[in-house]
């Protein structure tokens, strides 16, 4: 009743027109503020994701040419009937060249480590055979093969006895025979 007897021209109408007027405006902009916060965070999110994304695409390109250059250990038929030597072989799937490639092949009973020849360049598709017959010589145990090489980016990485490859920091010493 009080609102009905109220007319427009009324200065109380007028306040109650500018208080829903000041409201709805504070709303909009309380609604804008956190809608601009939600969206804000999603962007950030989604930023987050790409930049994953991104780093594992890269990642990825990084180790594409160091995970087709591999190393292992072989037995060749010797001359002899029923003698045969072992060998490090290096090969380079990649299409890229591989440098500074230092295979080591490592036996636990042995006394030593032996560190195959080293190759400062390793071309695409090349496989490279290293007689290793005077480390296993006497030992009980099958030696392993462990390979430190840089990519064509100058990136240096190991891989270990059991194929693992790892990115080397250039900080790192150069790869240790584990006895």
């Known amino acids: ?44 999110k989604a930023r987050i994701a790409a930049e994953q994304e991104r780093d594992a695409l890269r990642l990825d390109e990084r180790e594409s040419q160091a995970r087709r250059i591999v190393g292992w250990l072989e037995d060749v038929p010797g001359p002899a009937f029923n003698q045969s030597h072992t060998v490090i072989v290096v090969t380079n799937g990649s299409d890229l060249p591989a440098f500074a490639v230092s295979p080591q092949a490592y036996s636990p009973d042995a006394a030593h480590a032996r560190v195959g020849e080293y190759i400062p360049v390793l071309p695409p598709g090349a496989t490279v ?51």
């Open 1 to 44: 009743m009080f609102i009905a007897a109220t007319t427009p021209d009324d200065p109380l109408w007028r306040i109650i027109v500018d208080v829903a007027t000041a409201v709805g405006t504070v709303g909009a902009v309380v609604v804008a503020v956190w809608i601009a916060v939600v969206e804000r965070g999603r962007a950030d």
């Open 129 to 179: 055979r290293r007689d290793l017959a005077d480390l296993v010589q006497g030992t009980k145990t099958r030696p392993y093969a462990i390979l430190d090489f840089r990519d064509a980016a100058g990136r240096r990485w190991q891989r270990d006895e059991t194929g693992g490859l790892t990115l080397v920091s250039e900080n790192d010493p150069p790869p240790q025979i584990r006895a």
